[in-house]
C-alpha cells in the first residue's frame, strides 16, 4: 500500500467518531466532519443509559445480545465514563406478571445476567421505590456518559493522525463519473480549532470513500448523493432531575410505553422517555406534555418524583431505520438494530457507505462493521482493535488517591475531577498555578476547563460537555461569566463575549421547560445577576456607544482624595 | 399572649428595612421578623432607581425623569415619583457610605463582568470608578479569584467605550490564603491588616498587596479591584491602599456573595437599630388570622412551636421568586403567607420568552395594589386592610431589565412604612 486511502466521516456522535478512531486504528487517513460540537446530534441528547440488553430481552433479541456484549467491552475501555449502578426492572401490582417472566426468561436467553428480587430487596437497595413495588429483576445496566466517551474516541482518533473538524456543516456530496469523491463542507468559522467568530470559508474534501455516519441527519447526506436512506427521526423526552433521587437505573418492567425509565447520571437523574415520529431532526415542537408525563408516570414507581425540582428538560431525535419493505407505523416498533448500507451495491453509486440505526451502548460493534467493510474495500488486511485498547482516560489507573496532597484539591473536587478524567488526571491537574474552583456545582476547576479549551476551541458549550461545568442546579447562573473569563487571554474580548452569550442561550433552552418551584426561582436569580448585576440584556459593547458625558462623573470628592475618606 | 406591635414588617431584605426604619421614624412601634438571609448578599450593592424603561429605552441619564410615563401598573406610579425622592432622602440619610445624592443623574458604574450599570447610588468604595470620570483606571484582579477577570473586563470596557484608558492586570494575592478561600477572607485579613508571608518574611498584607500594584501601575490615577477591600473597615483599607499606591482606589461590585451588598445590610439594620424598632431574624412567618378584613395576628415558627404576633398594622415585604416571597408549581403561582393574588397565565410555558433575555412574564409575577400598596383580590378588591406589599413581592415589573430593584423596594418600603404608621395615630 503506498499512501493510506482517504476516508471521510460525517458526523461526530459515538458512531462516527468510533468509526474514526477504528478506522485511524487500522492505519486509514481519516478526517472527521461534525456539523455542530461533538455529541451535538443524537448522542448528546440521550439519557445516558448503558444498556444490559435487559430492555430489548423480549422484543429484540439480537439487540439484547450485542448490547450485554459491548456492555462488558466498554466498561473495560472506557472504564472513565461508565458508572457501574446496576439496573432494575421493577413490577408494579397492575404490570403483568407474564410479561416479567418472559423478560425474566429473554435475559437468560440471551446470556444477561438477572436475578429476582422482592420488593422488600429493591426497596433495601432503592429505598425511595414505591412501596407497592412487588418484585424487581436486577440486571447490569450502568450508565455512561456520552460525551466523555465520544471526545475520547475523537481523541484517540486523533492521536492515531485523524483530523477532526467540528463546526463544519456538510453542504455537498461530491460525485464524478458516476461515484462519490468526497465531500464539501462549510466551516462555520475556519477550520482547525474553533474559533468564534472567525470567518469561515468553503473546503472541498476529497477522500476515497465517504461514511455517512450523520444519524438523524443521514438522509439529508444521502439526498446530496443522490441515493435514498430512509432514516425516521423520532424524537423523545429526557427530563433531569436537581439530585439522583436514585443510584441504580429503574426501568418499568411493562412492554413498552414512554415514561418508563430513571437513570441516575453524575449529580441528577434522568427520566425518560417519549417516542414521537418527527418530520425535521432539527426542527420538532418540545412539548409540555412530554415533561408532565415524565414527571406523572414516573413518580408511580419513585413517588419523590412528584415534588422534585427538575432543572431542564431536553429532546434527542433516534436515527431509527428500518429496511423499505418492514413498513412499521408505531416508531416503538422500528428495531433498535443497526444497518449498513454499501451504495454501491444497493444503489450502484460506489464511494459511500452509509451506517444507521443502532444505539449509543453498541457504537464501537457498529463501528467496528464499518471499518471491517471499508477494510474490504480497499483489500487492507488489518484487525480491530477497538474492544481491546482503552481510550484515552481509561488506561490503568486508580482513582482512589489522595488528590489534596498531589494536586492542593479539596476532597470532593479532587474525586470528582480526577472520576472526570481517568488516567489524564495527571496532566491536566498537575500545574504550578492556582487552580480556582469555576463551576461550584459540578466542582469543575479551571485546570480542567484550560484543559477543555485546549481540546475544543472557544466554544464554551464544547468546553460544558467535556467538564460538566453550567451543568448543575445553577445552569451557568453562577458559573457562565467565570467560564467566559477562561476564553480570556488565548481569545479576544470580543469572542469571548460571543461565546458567553452562546452558552446563556443554550442554557435557558433547556430550563424553560423547568420553570416553575425551585428552579424558577433559581431562574429569576440567574436573570438577576445576568440583567441586574451584569446588565448581560443591554451590554453597552454591543451598542451603538454611550453619551458617557450624559451621567454621573462621581461626587466632587472622588476626584480628590478617591472617595476613600469621611465615612 | 402574642407579641404586640404597632406595625409588624414581614422580610428583612431592602424593603423590608426601609419599611420598617420608615414606620419607625415616623413614631411607630415597629417590630421586623425575617426568615433566611435576605438576598441583598446576591445582588451588587448598588441601588439603582431605573435604568432603562420596560421598551428597554436606555440606559436612562435621568431616572426620575422618566418615572412619570411609566406604565399605570408599575408600583413607582403607585407611589409617585416625588414619594420616590423622599425614600432616596431617607435612604441616603440612613446610608451615609453611599454616594450619588449629588445629582439626579444615574452613574455608570463598572461591574465584573466589565460592562458598565446605570445606577442612582452607589458605595463610596465604588465612587472613584465610575465610567464618566475620564481618569485612566488599571484594574487588578487576583489569580484564585475566578470571579473577576480583570484584563477581560478591562478589555470589555474598552469595547464599550468609555472615556479613559484602561488596562487590566492579574496578579497572586500575597501570602498563603487557600484557593477557594471566601472572599469575606480576603476582607477579614484586610480589615486586620493580617501578616502574611511573602517569600519567606511576614509582611502586612496591605502593603504587601500594595507592592505588587505598584510593580503593575503604569501612572494610571486610579486603581479598580474586586469588590473584597475590607468588610469592617472598607474605608480604611481603601484609604491605606491609596496611600501606597498615589491612585485613587476603588472596588468593582460583584455577584454572590457580595460584600458590598453584605455592608448595605449592616448599614440599614444599625440604621434600625438606632430608629428603636426592634427585629429578629432566622424563624420564618408561616401561617396568619384574620377577622373580616384585617389581619390578627401572625405566626412565626421557632423550634417547632407557632409564636402568635399580632400588630395594628403588617406590611408583607418577602421578596419575589428569589427571596420566595413568591412561590410557584405547574399549576399556580402564589404567595404564600396570606395567599394574596398573584395573576399569571394557566399555562406555565406563557410564564417565559424563549430568549434568555426576552420579555418573560414571570419577572413580573407578583401581587397588585391599590393605591395605598395594599394588595388586591383578583376581582380588585382589598385583600385586607391593614396589609401593605413593598419590593419584590410587588408585580408588574421587571426590575432585572429595566434596573429598578432597589430603587422600587426602597420606594415601596418607605411608602408602606409610612402609611401603616400613619394608620396607627
Redesign the interface.
Known sequence: MGSAPHIAVVGGGSTGSGVARDLAMRGFDVTLVEQGNLTHGTTGRMHGLLHSGGRYAVADQASARECIEENRVLRDIAAHCVEDTGGLFVKRPEDSEEYFQEKLAGCEACDIPAKVLSGEEARAMEPHLAGDVEKAIAVPDAAVDPFRLVVANAASAQEHGARIETHSTVTDVLVEDGEVVGIEVEHDSGPGKHVHGREGGTEEIRADHVVNAAGAWSGRIGDMAGVDVAVRPSKGVMTIMNVRQVDTVINRCRPKGDADIVVPHETTAILGTTDVEVDDPADYPEE?WEV?EM?DTLSELVPMLADARTIRSFWGVRPLYEPPDVGSDDPTDITRDFFLLDHADRDALPGMSTVVGGKLTTYRMMAESVADHVCERFGVDADCRTADVPLPGSEEFSVLRDYMDEF?L?SPIGRRSVERLGSRADDVLDTD??????CECEGVT?AELQDAIEQSGSDLNAARIRTRASMGNCQGG?CA??M???L??EY???T??RAWDDL??E???GQ?HA???EQ??Q???N???????????????DGD???????????????T?????G? | MAIDSEVLVVGGGLAGLTSALAAARAGADTRLVSYKQSTLRHASGLVDVLGYTPDGDGPLADPFAAIPDLPDSHPYRTVGVDTVREAMALFDDAVPHYRGAHTDANALVPTHGGTVKPTARYPAGASAGVASDDRDALLVGFEALPDFDAPQAAAHLDAAGVPFDVRGATIRFPGDLRTDAKVTRYAKLLDADGAVPVDGRERPVREALAERVNAELDGEARVGFPAILGDDDAAGVREALADDLGAAVFEVPAGPPSLPGLRLEDALFDALDAAGASFETGNPVVDFDADGGRVERVFVEKNGARIPYAADQYVLATGGLVGKGVESDRERVREPIFDCHVAHADDRYEWFDDDAFGDHAFARFGVATDDSLRPEADDGSTEFENLRAAGSVLGGYDFAAEKSGSGVSIATGYAAGNAAAEETR
Do not use: C
Request: hydrophobic share 35%.
Open positions: 409540555q408532565d414527571i492542593g479539596r498555578d492556582p487552580n480556582p474552583v469555576v479551571r453562577f461569566h467565570r467566559a473569563s477562561e480570556h487571554g479576544d474580548e470580543a469571548a463575549r446563556l442561550q442554557r435557558w433552552k424553560r420553570l416553575w418551584g424558577l426561582s431562574a429569576m436569580l436573570y438577576a445577576l445576568h440583567a441586574t448585576t451584569q446588565n448581560r440584556d443591554n451590554d453597552p459593547a456607544g454611550l453619551d458617557f458625558a450624559a451621567f454621573d462623573a462621581g461626587p466632587a470628592a472622588a476626584r482624595d478617591g472617595g476613600n475618606r465615612d
